[in-house]
């Protein structure tokens, strides 16, 4: 079987499933649940859901998942209804996810798992929250999203008399790590390579070992780079309907001239609204295609003949190819002075930053004005500053931009009014 894309002919290999079937685990290199390493805590197994099912029904029913809703993903809600959230970025990334995952013969439900929690640790105010936390807790081992998302699941989340979090799978935990790629070793992430892992990963390691030396399965690196094609789309979109760059500007990279052009071709004279979506929708596209091609390139050549064969491999085998890593590269080349560093964005970084600084340090100082059950936290820990500390960074990551900005206002008397928010 061969089909055309691109002006170039791909194979498709048999050991692949047919686009748009369902794999569950149908190959050997997908994660398989009923292999699974297990949890912290044992449970025993459901008759009727898979172990990376149950992983997913739980982070969609967490506290922590309700609660991206309102936290800043490019714009604040009240900004307007239409810009994304942490909550529809994270569903737009679980979706692109089971696709990938589905293409490959991986299991769609750890891809789709691992998408919806990957966000789970940020901050209010976007990476300008976790700037200002990080900034903060320098002494004290800094604050690391990833390693707040694991706090989440393995501690802070208390939904169930058995446990503290919400006992995961282990796949679905080294995922959540790892979907980047490796904390330590040969092949250790330049951040964590240079930073040393987070404190928080390396007590959770110390109890229940998530080999943070190796890639994490592929699944993981679906959920990843769907996190990457989400929000090269949605920026775009979000950014032209905000009016931080027109339609005009996109032209100046290679590959969203090509898709104006296309568009223009296509649908002369659409209407500006329609003409975003169809920007969307063909970024996605091609970058998914792309993903796909490229991943099942480098599957064949490294015949992986189960999970742990991904594991090392010594490099992602879900990727973009040469091309479309240049394409990505170009996308955030624009976005970033653009968007990310807009006047009107870096206005509001500053007033955001202010917010979150205001309340650590307040909180710092008057622990007990924190609610009674963060109160009590903090005063268990009063012996050891690292772990109070702990405590208020965990309080203030938890809180929405709405409650911060409430709380702000009720210890200070106000707050800024802040309507663009930023990644």
């Known amino acids: 079987m061969a089909v055309q894309r691109y002006g170039q002919t791909e194979c498709l290999s048999s050991d692949f499933p047919p686009p748009g079937g369902r794999s569950g685990a149908a190959s050997l290199w997908a994660a398989d649940p009923s292999q ?29 998942f309700r609660r991206l809703a309102h936290k800043t993903q490019v714009f604040v809600p009240h900004e307007g209804d239409h810009y994304r959230t942490r909550l529809t970025h994270t569903i737009e990334v679980g979706q692109i996810a089971r696709a990938l995952a589905r293409a490959l013969g991986l299991d769609d439900d750890l891809a789709e798992a691992l998408a919806l929690a990957h966000d789970l640790g940020h901050t209010p105010f976007g990476h300008t929250g976790e700037d200002v936390l990080d900034a903060k807790m320098a002494a004290h081992g800094g604050f690391d999203h990833n390693a ?6 393995t501690r802070l989340e208390r939904r169930y008399a058995g446990y503290d979090g919400l006992n995961l799978s282990w796949e679905t935990l080294e995922g959540l790590v790892k979907h980047n790629g490796p904390l330590a070793g040969p092949h250790a992430i330049p951040k964590y390579r240079d930073r040393g892992v987070p404190l928080a ?24 780079i769907s996190d990457d094609i989400a929000y090269n789309a949605h920026d775009i979109d979000d950014g032209l309907r905000a009016g931080l760059f027109d339609l005009a500007d996109l032209r100046g990279v290679d590959l969203l001239a090509e898709i104006l052009s296309e568009i223009d ?33 480098r599957i064949a050549a490294a015949a992986p003949h189960s999970a742990a064969d991904v594991r090392h491999a010594g490099k992602p085998l879900v990727s973009f190819s040469a091309s479309f890593e240049a394409a990505d590269k170009a996308l955030k080349g624009f976005l970033y002075p653009h968007m990310y560093r807009h006047a009107r964005v870096m206005k509001v970084r500053t007033e955001a930053a202010a917010v979150v600084e205001r309340l650590f340090d307040h909180f710092s100082r008057e622990p007990e004005g924190m609610p009674a059950e963060w109160a009590s936290r903090a005063a268990a820990s009063a012996g050891d500053e690292t772990r109070r500390l702990r405590v208020v960074t965990d309080y203030i990551a938890g809180m929405t931009d709405r409650y911060a900005l409430a709380e702000h206002r009720r210890l200070f008397g106000d707050a800024p009014r802040i309507t663009i928010a930023f990644v």
């Open 148 to 153: 707040q998302a694991l706090r989440i699941v």
């Open 36 to 64: 699974s390493r297990g949890r912290l805590i044992p449970e025993p197994v459901s008759p009727t859901r898979t172990e990376f099912q149950r992983d997913r029904d739980r982070i969609i029913h967490s506290t922590a």
């Open 265 to 297: 071709h296509l649908h002369p004279s659409l209407e500006r609204g329609r003409f975003i979506h169809e920007i969307g929708r063909r970024v996605i596209t091609r970058f998914v295609e792309d993903a796909i091609s490229e991943s099942r390139r």
């Open 201 to 224: 990963i390396l007590e959770f390691d110390s109890q229940f070992p998530l080999d943070l030396a190796s890639f994490a399965s592929a699944e993981a690196q679906a959920a990843a």
